[in-house]
């Protein structure tokens, strides 16, 4: 397996195509890049920018550049001696157009006994033998089953009809097109119903609560190499090195599919994209890691003051009128989820659980459905991969029956069916739990807590502040011996906040005190009601300053509903929006702007430092770096769709031809940044061998806690935390750090940053940092 050296991400629509990323390559590989990183490239839903609504697995998109570009891509790439690693999506398709879906179309005209009913996960007995569409408007809905807008198209030259309900084309099976539209509807292998009817009656699995993704059952043969023969030929033709497999966790089997995929490529490098929480550990998958959220957070949490967790607590306990409980809040959440949207995934585990062959003549509990959603809401991480993993459906269950006294007799039952990879219901359980999960936690309780919300990231556990220098070092030792050609993710196009939005927020660790009086003077232009969500909003405003209005309006809309607390999504509280669009329009004006001000510059001392701590071991620990694009400057992106703005590369070329020069006094941080990314991605590049193992550098002195620093083996990395605490003691003073003599007392090291040299052995952190809170040091050759 050859892995790569760092990758650098890049998003692939059809504003910036393959060809336009072909053009790319060489700016990227002067900034250091080893393999480019391609956001999923096979056909998608017309007009998608993400690309994970995949219509076609039968070719590259065309709107993306194609065949042609790929290869265009593939030669630029073999020239400069780079790899192509591209994201592929084997869990579901895109069905909002069913007419550029051929599978779904197929399976919607020819239904049960069709060719491609196999290819969908969908239980035709529970939509009485038809298909459940929940794609019924409000205004067209009527009890007896008649949809209005419906129109019966002309055949067509082939001779097949379709109806059309507003934009959406559907296809009329054979032999049954004649009389009105809805009679002829009601012929079809599908049923068309209301929209809300898919939290409780949907009958296909789909991703998360997405009705317009529908789920494929790839741990079929022939379902597998359908979907996966363009992708085996990429390989074929060396035209891409590795993969990074989306949302593993949706398969039925992802060891199997694995192993399938390790089988089709012929051992290449693969990445799957997989949530560990807490002390979780990765299975022992055919899989070089995974794509590092588990890192960001350990980045985050090591910068983040730890005395700060009581103050914060109590501004959140303030603004909301009450403590909270961040494993309540997720429970309630999660149940939330599991009675609301997923509604349907546990009514369908309930008919397999009576379905399993363990009851006997006493049947399933009557209460099943109740204890499964009970259980899910339980569930303490994603999902298990039985038969490892049992244990956490054993934490599960005792979290139940506490929360649930009088549900344990039916989860004892259940036990023995859920913990058997045997059963149907298992395995399905399996798929449901992380879906509740990420909708539950990332998807709501993220934008309900609001301590401190640069630890509500992807992947993280807010309810972890911080972590200690020494147990940073435990866990990257343990990262370079187990993965250590593992991903490391600062910033993608998932994370909820960009990685120097965090930044800024995390220096509110530091001054707790500063931020309550500057929250309490905006607050003033706040709604009355969810102070604390008001909290959360305000935090990103000052993060991602000077962001435009409307981009903070565009966040603050899908932040409040997500959240689901005042205002949803299906039902928004325009009142309360407007409101919090005013708090928004008042802050980014006289006089508040002012007050934001103040704070900013109070603070920018410390978010330069950890702006460039953050990048440093981001760059430098195990496991190799991912660079989102844009993020070698200042990556001051929100959620989703902000952090998929399109780049603006004369700008990050003006910036890297800046940072060719060593940083000096005055330094401008997006130059610095720039040069950190260019000398940490060339060197490693350039001298892998000095990074193949993983010392901590220890410090003394009276400023020892600030500093982490590290020797990967001829590179040591040297970053300051808490440099607002930092400095209000008076700076290094004496402290010291202990650099590696290297077996030569003469030995020198370089800071490719400033090009200082120093000599190994004891250094002056005084001296060391004089100019920048971070140093990149490496063996003078």
Wanted: hydrophobic share 40%; charged share 30%; aromatic share 8%.
């Amino acid at each position: 397996m050859h892995a790569p050296k760092s990758t650098y991400r890049l998003q692939i629509s059809e504003e910036f195509t393959l060809h336009d990323a072909a053009a790319r390559l060489e700016a990227l590989h002067d900034l250091g890049v080893d393999w480019v990183y391609l956001s999923p490239i096979l056909e998608a839903e017309p007009g998608s920018n993400h690309g994970y609504d995949v219509v076609s697995h039968e070719r590259i998109d065309p709107a993306r550049g194609g065949r042609e570009g790929l290869d265009a891509l593939a030669a630029e790439a073999r020239r400069l001696g780079m790899g192509v690693l591209v994201d592929i999506v084997p869990n579901h398709v895109g069905v909002a157009t069913p007419e550029h879906n051929r599978w779904w179309w197929e399976l919607l005209r020819d239904g049960r006994d069709g060719a491609r009913a196999e290819a969908f996960d969908v239980d035709w007995d529970a939509g009485d033998g038809k298909l459940l569409l929940p794609i019924v408007g409000d205004d067209d809905w009527s009890e007896d089953g008649t949809v209005g807008h419906l129109e019966l198209e002309e055949p067509d030259a082939g001779g097949e009809q379709a109806l059309r309900y507003w934009d959406t084309r559907l296809p009329v099976a054979p032999g049954t097109g004649e009389g009105t539209a809805q009679e002829v509807l009601g012929r079809q292998h599908y049923r068309l119903v209301h929209w809300q009817q898919a939290d409780d009656r949907l009958n296909y699995r789909r991703f998360f609560a997405v009705t317009t993704l529908a789920a494929v059952r790839v741990e079929l043969p022939a379902v597998f190499d359908a979907t996966h023969a363009e992708i085996g030929r990429w390989f074929d033709e060396r035209l891409v090195q590795g993969l990074r497999v989306d949302h593993p966790d949706g398969l039925r089997d992802p060891a199997g599919y694995l192993d399938d995929l390790d089988r089709l490529t012929g051992g290449a490098f693969v990445l799957v994209e997989k949530i560990l929480e807490p002390g979780e550990e990765l299975p022992r998958w055919a899989t070089a890691g995974t794509t590092g959220y588990d890192t960001l957070g350990l980045i985050d949490r090591v910068l983040t003051d730890g005395s700060a967790a009581e103050a914060l607590d109590g501004l959140d306990a303030r603004l909301r009128g009450e403590p909270v409980d961040w494993h309540e809040l997720t429970h309630r959440t999660k149940r939330r989820i599991a009675d609301g949207i997923l509604r349907a995934e546990v009514l369908r585990l309930e008919r397999e659980v009576r379905a399993a062959d363990a009851w006997g003549d006493t049947g399933a509990p009557a209460d099943a459905a109740d204890a499964i959603a009970e259980l899910l809401a339980c569930f303490p991480v994603y999902r298990s991969y039985l038969p490892e993993g049992l244990e956490h459906l054993g934490i599960a269950a005792e979290r139940a029956k506490e929360h649930r006294p009088d549900l344990a007799e039916t989860i004892d039952a259940l036990l023995p069916v859920l913990g058997d990879a045997r059963q149907d219901a298992a395995l399905r359980f399996q798929q449901t739990s992380g879906m509740v999960m990420a909708k539950g936690v990332e998807d709501t309780a993220f934008y309900r807590y609001s301590r401190l919300t640069s630890l509500n990231e992807v992947g993280g556990d807010p309810d972890v502040f911080d972590v200690t220098v020494h147990d940073f070092h435990t866990a990257m030792g343990r990262r370079q011996a187990e993965w250590p050609h593992a991903m490391n993710a600062l910033s993608t196009h998932d994370t909820k906040r960009g990685e120097d939005v965090r930044a800024r927020i995390t220096t509110i660790s530091e001054l707790p005190g500063s931020w309550e009086a500057l929250l309490d003077r905006l607050l003033v232009f706040a709604p009355h009601r969810g102070k604390a969500f008001a909290n959360l909003l305000l935090q990103a405003v000052v993060g991602a300053w000077p962001a435009s209005e409307e981009r903070l309006l565009a966040y603050m809309e899908k932040a409040a509903r997500e959240a689901d607390a005042i205002t949803h999504w299906t039902d928004p509280d325009e009142r309360y929006e407007r409101h919090l669009a005013e708090l928004v329009r008042h802050v980014v004006a006289e006089p508040a702007k002012g007050d934001v001000e103040a704070f900013l510059a109070e603070t920018e001392a410390g978010f330069r430092a950890n702006v460039l701590a953050a990048k440093l071991l981001n760059l430098t620990i195990p496991g190799f770096p991912d660079v989102y694009q844009g993020s070698e400057a200042l990556e001051q992106s929100l959620v989703d769709p902000d952090n998929r703005r399109p780049v603006d590369w004369a700008r990050m070329d003006a910036l890297r031809e800046a940072a060719r020069e060593p940083v000096a006094e005055g330094w401008d941080l997006e130059v610095a940044k720039v040069r950190l990314v260019r000398e940490a991605l060339r060197l490693r590049r350039e001298h892998p061998e000095r990074f193949e193992r993983y010392e901590p550098v220890r410090a003394s002195g009276e400023a020892e806690d600030h500093v982490v620093a590290f020797d990967r083996g001829g590179v040591v990395a040297v970053a300051t935390r808490l440099p607002i605490a930092l400095a209000a003691r008076g700076g290094w003073g004496s402290t010291t750090l202990h650099l590696p003599p290297r077996g030569d007392d003469g030995v020198r090291w370089r800071d490719l940053l400033t090009c200082r040299e120093v000599d190994g052995g004891e250094a002056r952190l005084a001296e060391l940092l004089s100019t920048l809170p971070v140093a990149l040091l490496t063996v003078v050759d």
